[in-house]
């Protein structure tokens, strides 16, 4: 059974960055592919980035250029650095993880982690 748990979110002014961890239990992590979204106060869950199990990535348009996403398959860490933080960027940030081993796998998605920039 999959699980994904979200840490690193907090309180940071606006210009200031942090580090997302999204944990993965369960095997095969490799064959996934895995990504970021957020869902600010108010508004729908948005994509912000993602990285295939062939290692290429890639962002939402507000995301490029500030944030990064990684992955540590070994540790079975997906990361996302935040750089160039702004209030809009506040919202509850959820890790997802799709099995690409036999065709499209379900989403599985983890409860969040809150991210809040004060101006």
């Known amino acids: 059974q999959v699980q994904l748990v979200e840490s690193g979110g907090g309180l940071v002014q606006s210009g200031g960055s942090l580090r997302l961890s999204c944990e993965f239990s369960?095997?095969?992590?490799?064959?996934?592919?895995v990504g970021w979204h957020r869902q600010g106060p108010g508004q729908q869950r948005e994509f912000v980035a993602g990285s295939k199990r062939d290692g290429t990535t890639n962002y939402a348009d507000f995301a490029k250029g500030r944030f990064t996403i990684s992955r540590d398959n070994a540790k079975k860490v997906v990361y996302l650095q935040m750089d160039s933080l702004k209030p809009e960027d506040t919202a509850v940030y959820l890790c997802?993880?799709?099995?690409?081993?036999?065709?499209?796998?379900?989403?599985?998605w983890g409860q969040g982690t809150q991210v809040t920039v004060s101006s």
């Open positions: 369960g095997s095969s992590f490799g064959y996934y592919d």
């Open positions: 997802a993880a799709q099995s690409r081993e036999r065709g499209y796998g379900p989403i599985k």
